[in-house]
């Protein structure tokens, strides 16, 4: 197999754990907000946009940890271009929600 369509793969799959990690927060936010009865706007809201980067954080490196051990690479290579890529989205998130 190429070690581009690893990589692609590899960014492909970290994205897609973070869709589901960043969905589980929300709906698990919305639901502590209701049985807490605060807001979104008021409390939840940083809360909710901060929770993907550090999901993101504690399951990433060690599995570029052990993927270095095995010495794969390019599932390194295309699982940091997948986290890359979820740090830019999550940051212009912020940076659209602080502008307006």
């Known amino acids: 197999m190429p070690d581009t369509l690893i990589v692609a793969i590899a ?3 970290t994205l897609f754990i973070n869709l589901v990690i ?3 927060c ?3 936010l919305l639901s502590l907000l209701g049985l807490l009865s605060f807001t979104l706007i008021d409390k939840g809201l940083v809360t909710f946009l901060f929770f993907p980067g550090l999901c993101q954080l504690i399951y990433v490196i060690p599995i570029w ?4 051990l095995k010495r794969r690479f390019t599932i390194i290579k295309g699982s940091a271009l997948g986290a890359a ?3 830019l989205l999550n940051g212009s998130y912020w940076i659209f929600l602080n502008a307006s």
């Open 22 to 24: 960043w969905l589980f």
């Open 65 to 68: 940890l052990v993927l270095a």
């Open 26 to 28: 929300f709906f698990t």
């Open 11 to 13: 960014a492909s799959v």
């Open 85 to 87: 890529l979820t740090a």
